[in-house]
């Protein structure tokens, strides 16, 4: 059994989880911790406050508890927001807490796109477009070309998290372009993981969600990778490790 830890802000598309870890095999396991989100807001100040080491601190505890092998923070927008170097400093502070690997989500997505040799990518954004345009400025940093922007002008995670399918889809269209080798879409409050093959299929390209990403970058922290075609082409790459050796 390999346990995942994931440190996640509030209640909003949290129901992802369970779905993922039925479509990874019964062999691993999602924990899911929430954090207090304080502020529901995308904006710059709010989410500096969200993603504090003190309040990822408070969730650690019990994912050690669990057998965690890796944590992840499970929230794009807190921990872009602090910058490139900002965010190395804050999951290097969730590592020493927690004992443990670490990252976030948005160094998931830029591992990601070098797992899938992309670099040209589109965005497309629930917030603000002030606060997607941070996001864009962290991917550069990551070595990717950003070659559009999109965002939706949502202020809140709670109202991300009610976006069905229909939502998810239309904001896709709108963000992607034909010059982007792969699609991102990078809010943890936005329900994706039932859409991702349908969403490649019509774009005919990668899509990256972030809970989909996040869930990978805790399997990678781990050491494992798992074909699972239903979470689209980021978990359709050449298993390394499918079963851990004895020992």
Known sequence: MTALGFLYPGHSAEDEYPRIEQLLGSDIRLDVVHTDIGEDAHRVDALLEMGSTERLAAGVEQLRMAGAESVVWACTSGSFVYGWEGAHEQVRALARTAGM??????????????????????????????????????????????????????????EVGTWGEAEVFLLARDADRPDADALLLPDTALHTAAHIPTLEKELGKPVLTANQVTVWEALRLADRRVNAPALGSLFTREPIVQVRPPG
């Open 101 to 158: 690997p670490a990252s976030s989500t948005s160094f998931a997505f830029v591992h990601a796109l070098q797992e899938l040799g992309v670099r040209r990518v589109a965005v497309g954004a629930t917030y603000p477009e002030d606060v997607a345009g941070l996001f864009a400025e962290f991917l550069r940093a990551g070595g990717s070309e950003v070659t559009s922007v999109r965002g939706a002008g949502i202020i809140t995670a709670a």
